[in-house]
């Protein structure tokens, strides 16, 4: 029967049943390394459906439209902020986009011996030509930025290189394929002027000895299109087995990415009979998409680069969080389920060891090149505790604990800087808060100072256990010092006077805070001024709960929720003012899940000073040579979007000259008071708002402005510890203004 073929057919033919043998073993290979992790991904909780109202998703997706899917994965939206790194990943994506018409057009012209029928194909191939060279190029720029350059957020080792050895050895036999295409004369080969670079190779090549039409040219060319081939099917493989499985995931997580506004926890059902336990103690926990999370992480360290405990020598990097958890995941799927996460060792059963993170503590050293902030010691850390121990079995080990230690979970200030950097849509920080619920509801373990805030809220309704019944002396004080009297609900309610506009809720820090009242009183001589109507709630109003929730008290944090529903509903109120981001948050995203009417507008006093600014109700007619940097707030800004409000009041005042920090807005650092650590000391490394102040410092203001009490205190305490309080003052916002509508006058 060979008889009838000529050796040029029967050469096809091999080829074509190798071709198809190779192919299929890759895909198959795929498809199986794929399919389990999505089994291990199903081992989470469905995450449950969520009632939001309509009105709150139409607010969310006007607030949030840049994040849309889209701009993210073609729009490359985060990932060129840092433009550097933007731009080499814009030219993998769009790169790779390209090169598949071309390495389809590449295999296919070999397989049948013409080529795929493009229009203008000359122009097409050398399109071609010049996007494997960009993307080889980019490959060597990010050997060169990991290796040489070494930037601290980038893992180094073997791993981490070989996607590049992978992505430049596709580059390299695509262009030698297509040099020895040239040399072996082939008939499909396009014209010298559409081969910028295989004919000066092909060229080069022929000097050196390899004369065209050769035995050794076509033995070339078949060579490199099956190295290429193998090359790509051996990608293709590697992808889901590694950090590369971003590929697919990332755009189906920003796909699924939540719809309810960030920054709202979702609600614990406490009342549910059949709950075995209560936040995460195990990896299978987590919901589906939580675990889906951790495959879409692509270890580009954003997250951890701009995290305050990581920068500040705290063992928490968001990063290795999510490798680590993966990691747990992926071992701990494979025992469950039989069959292992790896290809071509895919015969199931037990994987050798599993991870384990050891104990380590991160060694803070100052930067010689006076850098307030490094993550080196953080991430040297996290490399040297976390690893296989062959002896441990995944089943035994502890999520808190074995996998995530209780010094990585306390450490987080809960800014979301980590999600607002990440490129793949993750969420970090409720992984956090789901891990302490767990800690601090079913086994009662927190460290001291967070248990003893709990603890005073609970009894009192403060975090300083100072009495109730003191919760409105701040009344009679700010009569003393302003000659205003600040009306309570009940007694409007009695007296049987008009309902004011605004409710002014002061907040345990402005209630009880010497520092955080003066804030309150000059916020109070402002309304006043404007003629605004407004009252407070006195020894009605409790702790807005926002500290427990976050600590992971979700008992208490309810409790004091209903309870402030139900005072606010007694009075009828329309709209809520508070100088305090962290309840501003809480009224807006959590208590409508509680039953607060989403009807009730919610301002911050930032929003409500701009507009009095905007109305003319407030005129700042002294002038104030200030240079003043404005501090965002996390909980204002990032969980907000009130970037601009604060600094439309500043930029209102006279004299004031508004300089900005280096950090600022999207990616302003926290003060290190979030997530219940106003009340916690921390262990390890510098203090988070000394490194923040540092940052301040830098611009030479005069004032640092804030927005927030938490904020206000930290800015205090970091100029108090680089003895730089005496030249700079940090002040809120409403201080600003009312020093310029009242001029030398104070509370």
Not at 168 to 187: H, I, K
Request: aromatic fraction near 8%; charged fraction near 25%; charge should be neutral.
């Amino acid at each position: 029967m060979l008889d009838w073929w000529s050796a040029d057919e029967v050469t096809t033919a091999v080829r074509w049943i190798f071709f198809a043998v190779v192919t299929g073993l890759a895909a198959a290979a795929f498809a199986t390394v794929v399919l389990r992790r999505v089994g291990y991904m199903k081992l989470g909780r469905a995450a449950p459906l969520e009632e939001i109202p309509v009105d709150e998703l139409e607010r969310h997706k006007k607030k949030r439209g840049r994040s849309s899917v889209a701009g993210q994965v073609l729009g490359h939206r985060k990932l060129l902020r840092d433009i550097r790194s933007g731009v080499m990943h814009f030219i993998y994506f769009y790169g790779f986009i390209i090169l598949q018409f071309g390495a389809a057009d590449l295999i296919w012209k070999k397989l049948s011996g013409h080529p795929i029928p493009f229009p203008y194909y000359g122009q097409f191939a050398w399109s071609q030509e010049l996007t494997v060279s960009l993307v080889f190029l980019a490959v060597l720029y990010g050997a060169f930025r990991r290796y040489i350059e070494q930037l601290p957020r980038l893992k180094r080792g073997w791993k981490p290189s070989l996607v590049l050895w992978f992505i430049g050895g596709l580059m390299l036999t695509v262009l030698l394929t297509l040099t020895f295409e040239r040399l072996s004369a082939d008939p499909h080969s396009v014209a010298e002027r559409y081969a910028p670079v295989s004919s000066v190779l092909a060229d080069w090549i022929g000097k050196l000895g390899m004369p065209t039409g050769s035995i050794a040219a076509e033995a070339g060319y078949e060579l490199f299109w099956w190295m290429h081939l193998l090359v790509l099917l051996s990608f293709l493989v590697y992808v889901p087995q590694s950090k590369h499985f971003h590929l697919i995931t990332a755009p189906i997580n920003l796909w699924l990415g939540r719809n309810a506004p960030v920054g709202r926890l979702v609600p614990l059902n406490l009342e549910d009979e059949d709950a075995e336990s209560f936040g995460v103690g195990k990896v299978d926990h987590f919901t589906q998409k939580q675990l889906l999370d951790l495959y879409a992480c692509v270890e580009c360290g954003r997250c951890t680069n701009v995290c305050p405990a990581s920068n500040t020598g705290k063992l928490l990097s968001p990063m290795h969080l999510m490798t680590k958890l993966r990691d747990h995941l992926t071992e701990k799927g494979a025992a469950i389920t039989s069959k292992s996460p790896w290809i071509p060792s895919a015969m199931g059963g037990q994987l050798a060891g599993a991870h384990v993170m050891g104990a380590v503590i991160p060694i803070w050293e100052e930067s010689p090149e006076g850098s307030v902030t490094s993550i080196i010691p953080t991430m040297t850390a996290q490399k040297q505790a976390w690893g296989v121990r062959e002896t441990m079995k995944v089943e035994e080990l502890e999520l808190i604990g074995d996998v995530m230690t209780e010094e990585e979970l306390w450490a987080c200030t809960t800014c979301r800087n980590c999600e607002e950097m990440c490129p793949v849509g993750n969420e970090h920080v409720d992984k956090i808060i789901d891990m302490r619920r767990y800690l601090v509801l079913m086994e009662g373990r927190m460290p001291f100072d967070g248990q003893r805030a709990l603890q005073n809220i609970e009894r009192q309704s403060n975090p300083w256990g100072l009495p109730r019944a003191e919760r409105a002396a701040w009344i009679d004080d700010c009569e003393t010092r302003t000659g205003i009297r600040v009306r309570t609900m009940q007694e409007i309610k009695k007296q049987g006077a008009a309902k004011p506009e605004f409710l002014l809720w002061a907040g345990s820090m402005g209630a009880y805070d010497t520092r955080s009242r003066r804030v309150l009183y000059d916020l109070v001589r402002l309304l006043d001024r404007a003629g605004v109507s407004f009252a407070t709630l006195g020894l009605e109003e409790r702790s807005s709960g926002d500290t427990a929730r976050r600590i992971g008290n979700e008992l208490l944090f309810q409790e004091l929720c209903r309870e402030n529903i139900e005072t606010i509903a007694r009075y009828g109120v329309t709209r809520i003012v508070t100088a305090c981001p962290h309840t501003y948050n809480a009224f807006l995203k959590e208590y409508p899940d509680f039953g607060l009417p989403k009807s009730i507008q919610i301002e911050h006093h930032t929003e409500l000073l701009a507009r009095l600014l905007k109305e003319g109700q407030l005129k700042p007619a002294h002038e104030l040579k200030e240079r003043v940097t404005y501090h965002d707030s996390c909980y204002l800004g990032r969980y907000n979007g009130v970037y601009d409000a604060p600094r439309e009041v500043l930029k209102a005042i006279p004299g004031v000259e508004l300089e900005e920090m280096a950090r600022s807005r999207e990616n302003g650092m926290c003060c290190g008071a979030g997530g219940g650590l106003m009340w916690m000391e921390e262990q390890s490394g510098v203090r988070v708002n000394r490194a923040r102040v540092s940052q301040a410092l830098e611009v030479r203001p005069t004032i640092i402005g804030s927005a927030c009490p938490y904020c206000l205190t930290m800015m205090e305490d970091g100029l108090k510890l680089l003895e730089a309080d005496e030249k700079t003052s940090a002040r809120d916002v409403a201080e600003v203004l009312a020093a310029s509508v009242f001029g030398g006058e104070t509370a």
